[in-house]
């Protein structure tokens, strides 16, 4: 795919709400991170919502994972939509043109993308280790389609012991 | 990031070897990765096409109807003007019309769940060669009537699973393709789909009997493709160590999981024993067969693979015959499916003598 991969530093950005709800990655330093990159108008992104609600929910009084939801790709209309489907149990950030992530996209993946680039992240999923380093990563994959995000919840409990 | 091209919950189907009329699945073949299988449901391979009668994106009054183009080959692929992927294809699904438009073919775009009027905003200028067909699914009627029942079960919208997805329609109204959406192989030119109309037209004007595409429903069962044997240790005596060999018979062609298996998701080979007096260790499992799955290598197991497992009588144990179970929790899996996993439970016994 190209970098950033598994095994790379996770590129640092900083994200808001309309509500001026801020935040910078590098200062979860020192928890597991799951960033989950989400947009209304996708199919896997609303297949995938109630499950990312759920594992949100589930780490919402932890110390030590920290559930980042990102919706990108759209406009504020389109942002409050994705809100408006389910209760997320997590602020849900946007960036609508993905500018701030744009360090996400790996160069590789899916070359037939030629335009707008930063749609490879849509239903993307990421786990970060506390020293901020990528140790999971997937893009949208229709043929084998995780949408109860299994691997995902595998992947954090590779850092972090204890059920997930 | 790859992750493994099986379909967990699902009952393999084979091709099978014997018939010369069918073929190898076409799953298996580079670049139709995405066809549908069986287990998926209708419309497959074989099947009548369902009904095509929609409006047609430049005229307010046309419509095109399917079951009207009897005697013409038909390439149907689905869209939407927010799907990405659709939308690096359009150009290219353009110029298949144009090429293919000689030969008898109609070539068919149709938009799903959107309003006309932002469809035909879409297309302005991106269909110069003028020979594809644009048509409008508003309700996604069409589009769920396309869509498999038993794939993609996480979207409650039917229609969003033949989004990015084509079949080719024989002159009869024949299903004979039929890719999904394939993201990480995407291809945009739709170059499988131009070779296997290749392929088609071939066999249709060279008077050919068509392969029987239908996927024969020869289904083997977990519990047969693979045959477990213990080995007889013979008599024992309170308080001796010894080792079981346990030999896993797999069918040819099959292959089960390594333990520690390659990847999270996999289903390791797994081995519990119990009997009564009688402590078992952890299975020692032989190497692992190398087996290179698409473009990444796993650990498995194939052919007859010997688990020994160490054990030990206690020194209290009572003399006489121990009834031991043997249960082998597995997954046989091909180079293209799985089946179901599965626990064979084998039992014998051993005798134990007392101590001298």
């Known amino acids: 795919m190209g970098h950033p991969h598994v095994g790379d530093p996770a590129p640092d950005f900083e994200v808001s709400t309309p509500e001026g709800e801020t935040l910078r990655l590098s200062s979860l330093r020192g928890q597991v991170v799951v960033l989950a990159f989400v947009t209304s108008w996708c199919p896997f992104s609303k297949a995938e919502q109630p499950h990312l609600a759920r594992l949100a929910h589930d780490f919402a009084g932890s110390e030590e994972v920290r559930v980042v939801i990102v919706d990108i790709d759209e406009e504020e209309q389109g942002y409050r939509k994705y809100l408006a489907q389910t209760e997320m149990g997590s602020p849900v950030y946007w960036n609508a043109a993905a500018e701030a992530v744009s360090a996400y996209v790996p160069p590789n993946a899916v070359p037939a993308i030629t335009r707008k680039r930063w749609r490879v992240l849509v239903s993307a999923n990421l786990v970060i280790d506390r020293e901020g380093v990528i140790r999971f990563f997937t893009l949208t994959d229709t043929l084998r389609f995780d949408a109860e995000m299994r691997h995902v919840r595998a992947a954090i409990g590779d850092l972090v012991p204890g059920p997930t | ?356």
């Open chain 2, 1 to 356: 990031m790859t992750l493994r091209p099986y379909l967990l919950l699902v009952l393999a189907l084979i091709g099978c070897g014997g018939s010369a009329a069918s073929a190898p699945p076409l799953w298996t073949r580079p670049g139709f990765e995405g066809a549908v299988r069986p287990e998926m449901g209708p419309p497959q391979p074989g099947d009548a096409a369902p009904e095509i009668d929609l409006p047609i994106a430049g005229s307010d009054t046309d419509r095109y109807r399917l079951s009207a183009r009897r005697g013409r080959w038909v390439v149907v692929h689905f869209t939407t003007t927010w799907c990405p992927f659709c939308d690096e294809e359009v150009e290219h699904l353009d110029r298949l019309a144009a090429d293919y438009a000689s030969r008898n073919v109609d070539t068919l775009l149709i938009d799903v769940l959107e309003e006309r009027d932002r469809w035909r905003t879409y297309l302005e200028g991106r269909l110069p060669a003028g020979k594809l067909w644009a048509l409008s699914d508003v309700d996604g009627g069409v589009a769920r009537r396309y869509a498999p029942p038993r794939v993609a079960g996480a979207f409650e919208e039917r229609a969003h699973v033949v989004l990015a997805s084509t079949l080719v329609i024989d002159p009869d109204g024949i299903v004979r393709l039929f890719l999904l959406a394939d993201s990480e192989r995407f291809d945009p030119t739709f170059a499988a789909v131009r070779e296997r109309l290749d392929e088609l037209l071939a066999e249709r004007s060279a008077g050919a009997t068509p392969v029987d595409e239908r996927q024969d429903d020869e289904v083997r069962s977990p519990a047969e493709v693979v045959t477990i044997a213990v080995s007889d240790p013979g008599p024992v005596v309170v308080g001796d160590r010894g080792e079981l060999r346990v030999t896993l018979s797999i069918a040819s062609g099959y292959h089960l999981m390594s333990n520690p298996p390659s990847k999270p998701n996999y289903i390791p080979t797994t081995l519990q024993l119990e009997a009564e007096g009688i402590q078992f260790g952890t299975p020692v499992f032989p190497p692992f067969t190398r087996f290179q799955l698409w473009d990444e290598v796993i650990d498995t197991l194939q052919g007859d693979a010997t688990v020994g497992v160490p054990f030990q009588v206690s020194s209290d144990a009572a003399a006489g015959t121990r009834a031991v179970n043997c249960k082998v929790e597995y997954q046989a899996c091909t180079e293209g499916s799985c089946l179901f996993p599965f626990t064979q439970v084998v039992s014998f016994s051993i005798q134990v003598a007392a101590t001298i």
